[in-house]
């Protein structure tokens, strides 16, 4: 199963997380110091919209990585090289729409925010500098998906890492001795292009006999986009996830509530973060064991072990939230800054939800199901918008959240009912009874973890984050054990990790 490379390269990739979310919270606190919370909130408004644009992107970057699967595995150069230079053609023109489509947009931005202290003019400038951005990074981005395509993503994470370095360096100088917005989103608008130039220079050198720049492509452009109707009702519900609830809390509820929230979603989003950079280093040894392996049961068993996987990690990620997330946020930003009970009680399980049907997720990725993802993607999208939309006017904040918990849980079932069932043909009652037993001992490693933590005294805010966090990573883990020692996927993994210890294999 390629374990070697997807070992090594989902530990660059976590390493590579966990220093971007400590960036994160470093530039956050800074942000709030030198510039205030309302251009926090505005920030993280002008970061959602932005995420609309990406939706000019249709789908594009799944479409070419499923591609390139197959001629990687047959190491068709020709083949590769025409793929290649039908996707710059696409994301070229993409760069120039979202510039123009950003224009358009920044006449109408105001009505997105109901209160605000500054002029119209300030929010339409800071808007164009991050849809610039946002268009710049789409040069290049071709030779990025082939690197991911070919189990290269640690190198490509390496590489991001360092332009995020020299960008956060720089604005955060910038913020401190200018204080200035402008000057911040220009230095980070930069961050995509640097890092796209820096993995255009490494893929000539290292791929000079891959080209993207033949001629008579059109069949390969023509491939890319068939199966847009299908791939862009997928982005669409992914935009709807991650990024629609800070326009509704804006529009009805205010900035202040964004600033609030998006500090609870940047740790949130940052844990996520490294799911989805794990399902992106499975998601290319999956799509290229597809081209070589035919037998369903061999690929669901390497399925299981992955969702196993992920099981593990949203335990002790759902638990370790439960307990430190407040505590953390008290000591990062300061009391001010907390979320009421029920908002944060609806956050927690909807990470667990969602960070469950990952596995299921990048399965239809790497399958090309994208015409049985459609029609649940699209209910997904109005399904969250209608209820966050009544809720939030009912209950406020967690209102928009429920929406997306409900949303979530109904993408969760149709979706591994689609991968389990119809596409693996296993039994889906066996297959659902796992998951509520992975629920079970998810909910027990949090109550009991709670129930010890109310046992100690805790004088110190510092002290207080340091044993939760232990308490909870012991508990958890001692949990998922209990539960599924004697399953073949805790088996299998364990036998995963002691070949790769041992030998590991290409």
């Known amino acids: 199963m390629h374990s070697k490379k997807i070992i090594n390269n989902s530990l660059i990739s976590v390493l590579y997380k966990i220093i971007m979310l400590l960036l994160g919270f470093i530039t956050r606190k800074i942000f709030i110091t030198y510039l205030g919370s309302e251009l926090l909130g505005l920030n993280s408004l002008y970061s959602n919209l932005l995420d609309l644009l990406n939706l000019a992107d249709l789908g594009i970057g799944v479409a070419v990585q499923y591609q390139l699967y197959e001629p990687l595995v047959k190491n068709d150069k020709i083949k590769l090289s025409k793929i290649l230079t039908a996707s710059k053609k696409i994301y070229n023109t ?39 951005g946002i268009a710049l990074g789409y040069f290049f981005v071709h030779k990025r998906l082939f690197l991911q395509a070919n189990e290269k993503i640690g190198l490509v994470n390496i590489i991001d890492l360092s332009a995020k370095l020299i960008t956060v360096v720089f604005s955060l100088i ?6 200035n917005y402008f000057l911040y989103l220009t ?23 891959v080209k993207s720049n033949v001629k008579n492509v059109r069949n390969e452009i023509k491939d890319l986009t068939a199966n847009l109707k299908n791939v862009l009702p997928m982005k669409l519900s992914n935009y709807v996830y991650n990024s629609t609830d800070n326009v509704i809390i804006s529009k009805i509820i205010g900035l202040s509530t964004v600033a609030v929230y998006s500090n609870y979603m940047t740790i949130i989003n940052g844990i996520m973060g490294i799911e989805y950079l794990l399902g992106n280093v499975v998601s290319s040894s999956f799509g290229k064991m597809i081209q070589e392996i035919k037998d369903c049961n061999i690929l669901y068993e390497k399925f299981s072990v992955f969702e196993f996987v992920q099981f593990l990690f949203t335990n002790i990620a759902t638990t370790l939230l439960c307990l430190v997330c407040s505590p953390f946020i008290k000591l990062w930003i300061g009391d001010s800054f907390l979320i009421d009970k029920l908002s ?12 469950m049907y990952q596995p299921a997720y990048v399965m239809f990725s790497v399958t090309g199901k994208f015409k049985d993802d459609k029609y649940i993607t699209l209910l997904s999208a109005i399904i969250n918008i209608v209820i966050s939309l009544i809720m939030v ?4 904040l967690s209102g928009v959240i429920i929406g997306t918990l409900i949303t979530d849980i109904y993408i969760w079932i149709a979706r591994t009912y689609q991968i389990v069932k119809k596409y693996f043909k296993q039994n889906i009652l066996i297959y659902y ?30 002290l207080e984050l340091v044993i ?27 036998n995963f990790f002691i070949n790769y210890v041992k030998k590991g294999d290409n």
């Open 94 to 132: 993409i760069g120039v729409t979202i510039i123009i489509i950003g224009i358009i947009l920044s006449f109408f931005i105001q009505h997105l925010i109901k209160d605000t202290t500054y002029p119209i003019w300030f929010i339409q400038i800071a808007f164009l500098i991050s849809v610039m």
């Open 174 to 179: 910038s913020t401190v001795v200018f204080r």
């Open 187 to 209: 230095i980070n608008a930069l961050y995509g292009l640097i890092s796209n130039l820096i993995i255009n220079y490494i893929f000539n050198v290292k791929y000079c006999d």
């Open 344 to 355: 944060f009680f609806c956050l927690i399980v909807d990470f667990f939800v969602h960070s």
């Open 393 to 396: 006017r009912f209950i406020g």
């Open 433 to 462: 009874l796992k998951k509520c037993k992975y629920v079970i001992g998810t909910s027990i490693a949090i109550i009991v973890s709670i129930l010890i933590c109310k046992e100690i005294c805790f004088n110190n805010l510092l």
């Open 468 to 494: 939760k966090f232990a308490i909870a990573l012991i508990v958890s883990l001692i949990s998922s054990i209990i539960i599924t020692h004697k399953d073949d996927e805790f088996k299998n993994t364990l």
